[in-house]
Nanobody, 117 residues
Framework: VQLQASGGGLVQAGGSLRLSCVAS???????????MAWYRQAPGKQRELVAA???????DYADSVKGRFTISRDNSNKRVRLQMNSLKPDDTAVYYC?????????WGQGTQVTVSS
């Protein structure tokens, strides 16, 4: 599946951003079977899971973003979103969306989020 991420940018600490990821070439019946997630990678650090939403709608969050970030999916538009509130400088990273089905994982191209203090 091909994933296109957007919505990154520069924001001040305390601000909000909403990331969007579209599975541009998936059909509806295919997209609903994917577990979707957002990861991030800061300079010099490993890629880490930020938030995930399963095909059934169950969600999971990294402890560092709980209460601030919300992941959601819009199956009819083959889209997954990440609403990020109360952003901190530590949230600065390249954010990647992923789609997983069985053992196969596909990645989007990444979108930069920079939070200034």
């Amino acid at each position: 599946v091909q994933l296109q991420a957007s919505g990154g940018g520069l924001v001040q600490a305390g601000g909000s951003l909403r990331l969007s990821c579209v599975a541009s070439r998936a059909i509806f019946s295919e997209f609903i079977t994917y577990d979707m997630a957002w990861y991030r990678q800061a300079p010099g650090k490993q890629r880490e899971l930020v938030a995930a939403i399963s095909s059934s709608g169950s969600t999971d969050y990294a402890d560092s973003v709980k209460g601030r970030f919300t992941i959601s999916r819009d199956n009819s538009n083959k889209r997954v979103r990440l609403q990020m509130n109360s952003l901190k400088p530590d949230d600065t990273a390249v954010y990647y969306c992923s789609a997983k089905r069985n053992l196969l994982v596909s990645w989007g191209q990444g979108t930069q989020v920079t939070v200034s203090s």
